[in-house]
């Protein structure tokens, strides 16, 4: 079933939940994927003088940050009416943050900054859920093939995977979820599948325009 949603949109996803618990009479799982990325942009460009626009950070965050924060909440409201399994767990939430959370790349701040709130927020709201019943973990993906992942990143990115050097698929990020929601030890963790990969500063051009920049700072 599909249900067209804007995460950061309250009546939207009060919406989407009524028409899931109506159609399947309950909400066991969240998987929270919606996100967006950007324009690669620093906070301050040394050489072209440009600052990075504050509604252009604020979109990035509403979306990444605060529409997970919007599902999460309406979507804890149902899982806590369900009754309880043999354990006591009710349900089950899985956020997507990313290793940019981590080792963000230049230019990826507003991404970063709010895949990091992702990351920082799975461990209290864990705690916040568990008189509920009610499960939450983040995964933290590298470099996955979906649409959001630029075609002249692709080949760059690949660069700082240990192994297997590509991209992941999405049903490999979907089997991973579906061993986080059967293994009820997995809560209030932050967990990367990624290959290893470590994002390094930024790109060979990235690299150059350091180095000039310096010598005229």
Known sequence: ?????????????????????????????????????????????????????????????????????????LAAKEMAKNVPGPSGERGVIVNTASIAAYDGQMGTLPYSAAKGGVASMTLPMARDLAVCGIRVIAVAPGSFDTPMARPESKIRNTEDIVFPRRYGQPDEFAHFVQSIVENQMLNGCVIRIDGGQRLQIGNRKTQKEMTLMKSKL
């Open 1 to 73: 079933m599909f249900c067209p949603c804007d995460v950061t949109s309250v009546k939207d996803v009060e919406n989407a939940m009524d028409q899931i618990v109506t159609h399947w009479g309950r909400l066991d799982i969240t998987v929270n994927c919606a996100g967006m990325g950007g324009k690669p942009q620093r906070i301050y460009h040394g050489l072209t003088k440009e600052v990075y626009p504050l509604s252009e950070f604020e979109r990035n965050v509403n979306v990444n940050l605060n529409g997970t924060f919007n599902v999460c909440r």
